[in-house]
């Protein structure tokens, strides 16, 4: 859902993220400037600045002075780049209620285990535990 919201938007993965986190904190009353942003994309400083520009170009974020400390500024996701993300996600939703839509009891029933065991085995992945096909492949030559 996110690359179809990407591809519609014609922007990288990093752009889409940054717009979404800009428009929950907004909904919060939060101000995020271009550190917070670093921090949660893991990126370089230097790679935010050019991130917030490419965004500022295409009319989908504003910079502007923090109303208590002129020194430093906020990222504001605009109106434009809200209503798109908004107007995309509500098209795939629509879509997708409508591709349940009439499902039958146990047939969500069914959907809704195979979603549970799904999350269940993605929560148990220990990202520092060896690939379990690695460890049969290296035994299979020994």
């Known amino acids: 859902m996110r690359r179809r919201t990407r591809d519609s938007m014609s922007m ?6 940054v717009l979404r986190y800009l428009i929950k904190a907004h909904g919060e009353g939060r101000l995020v400037g271009p550190t917070e942003l670093s921090r949660y994309l893991g990126i370089s400083t230097a790679s935010t600045t ?6 500022q170009k295409s009319g989908h974020v504003t910079r502007q002075a923090h109303p ?8 504001v996701a605009t109106e434009k780049s ?7 996600l509500g ?3 629509e879509r997708m209620i409508a ?6 009891a146990e047939e969500a029933r069914i959907v809704i285990a195979c979603l549970g065991r799904l999350q ?3 929560d148990e992945v220990d990202a520092h535990a060896p690939d379990p096909r690695a460890v049969q492949a290296r ?3 020994a």
């Open 82 to 88: 809200d209503e798109e993300v908004r107007e995309t």
């Open 68 to 75: 208590s400390d002129r020194r430093s500024v906020h990222v």
């Open 12 to 17: 990288g993965e990093n752009e889409l993220l």
């Open 91 to 93: 098209r795939m939703h």
């Open 120 to 122: 269940q085995a993605v």
């Open 99 to 104: 591709a349940v839509d009439g499902m039958s």
């Open 139 to 141: 035994s299979d030559r």
């Open 50 to 55: 050019a991130l917030i520009d490419r965004l």
